[in-house]
């Protein structure tokens, strides 16, 4: 009844178009480059493409995918993130399953989760980093950008509160069996966990896949770069050159639809993984912020 | 003692390879911190580079552009926070009127999606976007009469764009929280307004905002711990010589003293003062959460 006043239905009706407005304004940025991405060369250059292409040609994603360095980083993207994702997985799930346990079963429990917890507060910062990774000769290397993050904290909690709710009985039954604790982590554990360490997994992989800044410090030469510090330098570039700080500079050299093409081709990734990754982050949110 | 080994020495061991990781790479960067007392040269070591104290500190308060620094911080933190709590909240309540679960879903869906994009591709993106050379935005202003706006090359745009395109990545995935707890409300409550004869924005007025504000000021107060962090992987995609005097904030400056033009110290002292006054920040905001709204995480 209270639904069908009259100043309730305008208002919905104008809630409705608003929300609609605000989603797409969410969603038209990346349209607008994907479409000017395939437009021909003279439609993106006379900046006449909107939403839909203008002379439809893949040429740019024929060059992109036909450029040597290009594909060396999105290799070396690829590389970091699948290793990065592994150790990082393997790291958190073992740490997690000790600290999933009551202090009364492991007494120093609350020592390690200290520990962890205050790399969440503080640290060393950026040049420190730098300097500990050219001491120990990981420059150039891509376990300078698969170790120093291996140890997500934040993943450790998620996971560790999930491990909080499989039931006693489960592993007490193994103890019976005669089973230890690293019997029970890979046969009780892992089994009945595979939904929360493969959603783990894609945020961890997402993480992966965005990370720049550490490959554009921890590698001297461009040629190492992962495809996101690859694109940092190049959209940098192209912005000093638009500005007019530099000009005829190596980002004049590309065209704007090879430039949208290598950006959306960093983003496709993402959107394909984003309807798993939608489908999780609910409840991990939530997962996280209402346990103890 | 051997009896404790040898109950828990599991548990040790699936901790080892986390705990190593842990002490290299985070709690060996801290003994680091060092070098922002000394004037470090990498070829003298950090055992032997002379001390100079507080001299670098010192220096970040007398240079020049130090003190702008600190201000282009705080200011554009500040927005940044207010906005990404306030829109959350509005977009929160908004979304709940939706009776179409569809609907939502669509909108749900599009609006998270710009939080998992990261600031290289969505810098490449506004740049794209917002150039003055027949961008589609400036094209859009263009038809209502206003003439191209400089949005990444003018310093008081260039604060608004980062804000502004800071709340557009994150306002969506912020307002989860938010519609997470609207979800919970009892229907009960509101079936007895109705019943008493409360309009829609009587209900909404004295039933939903009275029950998000204990979450409300736990985001709020939480937030101001990161009153420093004004978007170092954002500013450093967009930024540029032009607006280093509105859009450079500490982290950058950091970044650029101390990598870029190799002075070590000055750079781990900026570094430092942040991480300080940073954690202090968050002290203070737990605590403050805690005694407010009775929140504890671990």
Same mark, same amino acid.
């Given at each position: 009844?209270?639904?069908?006043? $009259? ?21 038209? =940025? ?7 991405? +395939? ?8 900046? @006449?493409?909107?939403? &839909? ?14 450029? *040597? ?5 999105? &290799? ?24 999933? %346990?009551?202090?009364?079963?492991? =007494?120093? $429990? ?28 990981? !420059? ?26 499989? #039931? ?73 050159? $638009?500005?007019?700080?530099?000009? /005829? ?29 939608? %489908?999780?982050?609910?409840?991990? +949110?939530?997962?996280?912020?209402? %346990?103890? | ?15 080892? =390879? ?20 000394? /004037? ?10 002379? &001390? ?14 130090? %003190? ?58 506004? +740049? ?72 829609? &924005? ?11 504000? #204990? ?11 990161? @009153? ?20 450079? !904030? @500490?982290?950058?400056?950091?970044? $650029? *003293? ?38 504890? +995480?671990?």
């Amino acid at each position: 009844m209270l639904y069908r006043t $009259r100043s309730y239905q305008v208002f919905t009706i104008a809630n409705t178009i608003f929300l609609s407005l605000l989603g797409l304004l969410c969603i038209l =940025p990346l349209i607008h480059i994907f479409a000017v991405s +395939i437009s021909s060369r003279a439609a993106a250059t006379a900046n @006449i493409v909107n939403f &839909w292409p203008v002379g439809f040609t893949t040429d740019a994603y024929v060059k992109t995918l036909g450029n *040597e360095k290009f594909l060396r980083s999105l &290799w070396i993207g690829a590389e970091r993130t699948v290793l990065g994702t592994i150790v990082s997985m393997a790291v958190v799930t073992m740490a997690s399953y000790s600290l999933s %346990k009551t202090s009364l079963k492991f =007494p120093g $429990r609350q020592i390690y989760m200290w520990l962890f917890v205050f790399t969440m507060l503080f640290s060393g910062g950026l040049i420190p980093s730098y300097i500990l990774i050219t001491k120990l000769h990981l !420059i150039d290397s891509i376990w300078s950008l698969v170790l120093p993050t291996a140890v997500s904290v934040w993943n450790m909690i998620l996971m560790l509160n999930f491990f909080r709710t499989i #039931p006693v009985d489960l592993e007490e039954a193994a103890y019976i069996d005669g089973a230890g604790h690293l019997r029970v982590l890979w046969s009780v554990y892992l089994p009945v966990s595979m939904a929360s360490i493969a959603t783990l997994s894609l945020f961890t992989m997402v993480f992966h896949w965005n990370s720049w800044f550490d490959g554009v410090i921890y590698m001297s030469n461009p040629d190492g770069y992962p495809l996101s510090s690859y694109l940092h330098s190049m959209i940098v570039s192209d912005n000093l050159s $638009r500005i007019g700080v530099t000009s /005829d500079s190596i980002a004049n050299f590309s065209s704007r639809t090879i430039k949208t093409a290598q950006i959306f081709i960093g983003a496709l990734p993402i959107l394909l993984v984003y309807p798993f990754l939608q %489908k999780y982050f609910v409840k991990g +949110i939530v997962l996280g912020s209402v %346990k103890s | 003692m051997i009896s404790y080994w040898r109950k828990t020495w599991p548990f040790h061991l699936l901790l080892l =390879p986390a705990i190593v990781l842990c002490i290299i790479f985070s709690y060996i960067p801290m003994t680091g911190i060092i070098i922002a007392f000394e /004037d470090y040269q990498p070829w003298v070591g950090m055992k032997n580079s002379p &001390w100079v104290g507080f001299d670098q500190f010192h220096y970040l308060f007398t240079y020049p552009d130090g %003190k702008q620094i600190i201000w282009n911080t705080l200011l554009i933190a500040f927005f940044k926070l207010l906005f990404n709590l306030v829109i959350p909240i509005v977009f929160a309540l908004l979304l709940n009127e939706v009776r179409k679960v569809v609907f939502k879903r669509v909108v749900q869906t599009l609006v998270y999606l710009p939080h998992f994009l990261s600031w290289v591709i969505l810098g490449g993106i506004l +740049i794209d976007i917002l150039s003055t050379e027949g961008g589609i935005v400036n094209r859009v202003l263009e038809s209502f009469g206003v003439h191209d706006i400089f949005f990444l090359g003018n310093g008081q745009w260039f604060r608004f764009t980062v804000i502004v395109s800071d709340v557009w990545k994150e306002f969506g995935f912020s307002a989860i929280i938010f519609l997470a707890t609207l979800v919970g409300i009892d229907p009960s409550l509101y079936e007895a307004a109705e019943i008493d004869g409360a309009t829609r &924005w009587q209900q909404v007025m004295s039933i939903t905002v009275p029950l998000m504000m #204990p979450i409300v000021i736990v985001v709020a107060t939480l937030s101001l711990g990161r @009153i420093l962090d004004a978007g170092f992987d954002q500013i450093l995609n967009i930024y540029n010589p032009l607006v280093y005097s509105h859009g450079d !904030i @500490i982290d950058t400056f950091a970044y $650029r *003293e101390g990598l870029n033009n190799a002075q070590f110290s000055f750079g781990t002292a900026v570094g430092v003062f942040k991480s300080v006054v940073g954690l202090v920040l968050i002290i203070i905001s737990y605590r403050l959460a805690y005694k407010w709204a009775n929140y504890r +995480i671990f």
